[in-house]
């Protein structure tokens, strides 16, 4: 089969919905260029990552990169592919250059040539996520060890929001806690939790795909006692109370459950929330502080912003 690959130069505040979009749409597999991955290991304590190649990159932007099969319906899923990413701007949303420009790939190519790109790489002070595919051995006798099969539809655990959040959690996760992750994606934020310490993890996503891909991933890592993966559109009719509360999305869909979160946390629980570019971090602040949040503290990492909030006692 052929496939056409649609490469869309835009923002990073755009990623995560323009994603959203292209995968609801039928791609079979999203690849994020962004530039500032080619200098990450001079800014950061998690060493290299990538084998990088910079002519593939942008000077400015990052390029999304999608895979689509080629065939009669190919022309109408691209139109209305453009239609949603030019209604973003009415969102608040910069969608940047938003130049879409495609090329014709075969199935060999696209469906294995992203995993060279993806290797072992340390998240936080204690945890490394390694591709399942890749042999490898912790360095030292703490270390937590993900192994993560994200499939083509999902980030590798390496994106600046997912890294923030398992920072986080790292620092605030005590023992025998009990998490909710709200749009669980391939799971990591749930296995995280588990291996920092949490008892039980509630990971909730509404599309299915992302519940079966954390369901593969809690067994690979041999969770499957300590994770409940379910289909659920954020937190709605959810009655289990948490200690924590984590949340790798967009902003404009934190806002809209901060309410729920503070019902499903226990008096001084946390609301841990990632996926904020710094735009819209004083959006989110000010819903967290008008349902009686505390902001404790926040972590950045370049333009992304990771929020701790404490539903005050």
Same mark, same amino acid.
Not at 49 to 54: A, I, W
Not at 137 to 151: Q, T, V, Y
Not at 269 to 284: M, N, R
């Given at each position: 089969?052929?496939?056409?690959?649609?490469?869309?130069?835009?923002?990073?505040?755009?990623?995560?919905?323009?994603?959203?979009?292209?995968?609801?749409?039928?791609?079979?597999?999203?690849?994020?260029?962004?530039?500032?991955?080619?200098?990450?290991?001079?800014?950061?304590?998690?060493?290299?990552?990538?084998?990088?190649?910079?002519?593939?990159?942008?000077?400015?932007?990052?390029?999304?990169?999608?895979?689509?099969? =080629?065939?009669?319906?190919? &022309? #109408?899923?691209?139109?209305? %592919?453009?239609?949603?990413? +030019?209604? /973003?701007?009415?969102?608040?949303?910069?969608?940047?250059?938003?130049?879409?420009?495609?090329?014709?790939?075969?199935?060999?190519?696209?469906?294995?040539?992203?995993?060279?790109?993806?290797?072992?790489?340390?998240?936080?002070?204690?945890?490394?996520?390694?591709?399942?595919?890749?042999?490898?051995?912790?360095?030292?006798?703490?270390?937590?060890?993900?192994?993560?099969?994200?499939?083509?539809?999902?980030?590798?655990?390496?994106?600046?929001?997912?890294?923030?959040?398992?920072?986080?959690?790292?620092?605030?996760?005590?023992?025998?806690?009990?998490?909710?992750?709200?749009?669980?994606?391939?799971?990591?934020?749930?296995?995280?939790?588990?291996?920092?310490?949490?008892?039980?993890?509630?990971?909730?996503?509404?599309?299915?795909?992302?519940?079966?891909?954390?369901? =593969?991933?809690?067994?690979? &890592? #041999?969770?499957?006692?300590? %994770?409940?993966?379910?289909? +659920?559109? /954020?937190?709605?009719?959810?009655?289990?109370?948490?200690?924590?509360?984590?949340?790798?999305?967009?902003?404009?869909?934190?806002?809209?459950?901060?309410?729920?979160?503070?019902?499903?946390?226990?008096?001084?629980?946390?609301?841990?929330?990632?996926?904020?570019?710094?735009?819209?971090?004083?959006?989110?602040?000010?819903?967290?502080?008008?349902?009686?949040?505390?902001?404790?503290?926040?972590?950045?990492?370049?333009?992304?912003?990771?929020?701790?909030?404490?539903?005050?006692?």
């Amino acid at each position: 089969m052929k496939w056409s690959e649609m490469c869309i130069h835009t923002t990073n505040e755009a990623v995560e919905p323009i994603s959203n979009i292209l995968h609801n749409n039928g791609a079979n597999g999203i690849v994020i260029e962004d530039p500032l991955d080619l200098v990450k290991e001079r800014d950061t304590f998690f060493g290299e990552v990538y084998e990088l190649n910079p002519a593939e990159y942008p000077e400015d932007g990052i390029f999304i990169k999608a895979y689509l099969p =080629i065939d009669e319906f190919l &022309n #109408k899923i691209i139109g209305v %592919i453009k239609d949603s990413i +030019n209604e /973003l701007p009415s969102y608040n949303i910069d969608i940047g250059q938003n130049n879409i420009t495609f090329s014709e790939v075969s199935e060999i190519d696209w469906a294995t040539a992203w995993k060279r790109y993806y290797k072992p790489v340390k998240i936080s002070e204690k945890v490394t996520i390694a591709p399942t595919w890749e042999k490898y051995e912790p360095k030292s006798e703490d270390e937590l060890i993900i192994e993560l099969d994200p499939g083509m539809a999902f980030g590798t655990g390496t994106h600046p929001t997912t890294m923030l959040s398992i920072q986080a959690l790292e620092q605030y996760i005590n023992k025998k806690d009990t998490i909710i992750d709200v749009g669980c994606g391939s799971g990591v934020l749930s296995i995280a939790s588990v291996l920092l310490g949490a008892s039980k993890v509630y990971a909730y996503d509404l599309d299915d795909v992302a519940v079966k891909s954390t369901q =593969i991933n809690m067994k690979i &890592n #041999k969770l499957e006692d300590k %994770i409940i993966a379910k289909q +659920n559109d /954020l937190l709605h009719n959810v009655t289990v109370q948490a200690d924590i509360i984590v949340s790798n999305i967009l902003a404009e869909i934190i806002v809209r459950f901060v309410e729920d979160a503070w019902n499903n946390l226990k008096q001084g629980g946390l609301f841990v929330t990632s996926g904020i570019i710094q735009t819209k971090e004083q959006d989110v602040q000010l819903e967290m502080e008008k349902h009686g949040f505390s902001i404790l503290e926040t972590f950045h990492m370049g333009e992304w912003v990771c929020m701790i909030a404490r539903k005050n006692e």
